[in-house]
């Protein structure tokens, strides 16, 4: 698993697929005291046209001191004009996204504003900027505005997510400990009592219920570390993977009479992914597969690896089995905590589309041709 990067860090990555380089910036230059010097202009501009808004006007009328708001979008145009591409200027924006989550401004206020500044900065360029140097300088302003609502998009998403993340993240922790003291206790009890007694069938009752839970905690933890890093990767082999999940889903109790063939259509087997989240991926998709397969006479599991016909660029990995095919809609099959088995987390479908995903590919799943349910898997192969 790769080291937790704090978001603001990440900004970079924004910076270069833009394409704002320090050149870019030095051509600001000759123009930054233009532009601060309109610093106090700009905030009695956006001052009045958020107090014509009647969502906004409350917030303004109930600011602690007369004219803070104001000075602070006049300070805050200024330092945008006197940063440079450095950290210390990403860390700045990415601390007004912050704020502005913290005071719940709605989203939609907050993209209406830079849109305002586009528009006020834009006027200032064609009033103030020499005409044969409008269309650099309108580049270089576009390119920084397009990186302040990136930077307040993935603040939003950032802050406003990982709160529920981090409840979720508690929740685990704190409920761990407790169900594995119950289920200790639980077994002790259990293994003292006479089979074929109400006691004892309880028992048993109460150990799947915390069984269950226990893996829930387990798996809510797997959600989010995945969901909270981004992957490191290396060349894998796929069916290697496959065979050792197989053999530890057997282990773990899994039935052994089931059948599983696997047939690779590709002259390699390895993909460029995170190695660790991959077993993840087709440990769930394989437990799911089989559990599905319940009390089936025939118990069979056919894993197909190829290439993506409409994209050479892409492994696509179909999931057969001859279970009876779930007749819930898709979308709710990956939600978290939803579940059709008995002994379910709700939590193993969830995990599988979130690693997908962050490969930047896709899964699906529907109801074979013949029988079963496949699920098909696409991710790039990392050889483009």
């Not at 603001?8 to 005291?33: C, N, Q, W």
Request: glycine share 6%.
């Amino acid at each position: 698993m790769t080291e937790y990067i704090p978001p603001h860090k990440k900004l970079h990555f924004f910076v270069e697929k833009i394409g704002l380089t320090d050149s870019d910036m030095a051509i600001l230059d000759p123009y930054r005291e233009i532009f601060i010097g309109k610093s106090e202009v700009f905030a009695n501009y956006f001052y009045d046209v958020f107090y014509g808004i009647e969502a906004t006007r409350s917030i303004l009328e109930g600011e602690k001191e007369k004219g803070l708001i104001k000075r602070v979008w006049s300070s805050w145009f200024a330092t945008f004009f006197k940063g440079e591409l450095n950290e210390q200027f990403l860390s700045y924006l990415w601390k007004i996204g912050v704020r502005h989550v913290e005071v719940n401004l709605d989203q939609r206020f907050s993209n209406l504003g830079f849109s305002m500044i586009r528009q006020f900065c834009h006027n200032i360029i064609l009033n103030e900027v020499p005409k044969e140097k409008q269309g650099e300088v309108f580049s270089v302003i576009d390119k920084l505005l397009d990186l302040c609502v990136l930077v307040e998009t993935t603040a939003y998403i950032e802050n406003s997510v990982s709160c529920d993340i981090e409840v979720m993240r508690e929740v685990a922790d704190r409920v761990r400990n407790p169900a594995l003291v119950i289920g200790l206790n639980i077994k002790r009890l259990h293994d003292r009592s006479e089979e074929d007694t109400k006691e004892h069938r309880i028992y048993e009752l109460i150990m799947a219920e915390n069984k269950r839970l226990e893996g829930m905690v387990r798996d809510i933890k797997v959600y989010m570390d995945i969901f909270q890093s981004e992957p490191e990767k290396t060349f894998v082999d796929i069916e290697e993977e496959i065979a050792s999940v197989i053999k530890t889903l057997k282990e773990e109790g899994i039935p052994g009479d089931i059948k599983v063939d696997i047939v690779n259509e590709c002259q390699t087997k390895e993909i460029k992914a995170d190695r660790v989240w991959i077993r993840h991926l087709f440990y769930y998709l394989l437990q799911n597969s089989m559990e599905a397969m319940g009390n089936e006479k025939e118990k069979e599991i056919r894993i197909t690896l190829s290439k993506e016909a409409s994209h050479p660029y892409y492994y696509r990995i179909e999931i057969l089995d001859s279970g009876i095919p779930p007749q819930e809609e898709e979308e709710r099959l990956f939600q978290p905590f939803f579940s059709t088995k008995p002994k379910g987390t709700g939590f193993g479908l969830p995990i599988a589309r979130l690693v997908v995903r962050k490969h930047h590919g896709n899964i699906s799943i529907k109801a074979g041709e013949k029988r079963g349910t496949s699920v098909i898997i696409r991710l790039p192969s990392g050889d483009g």
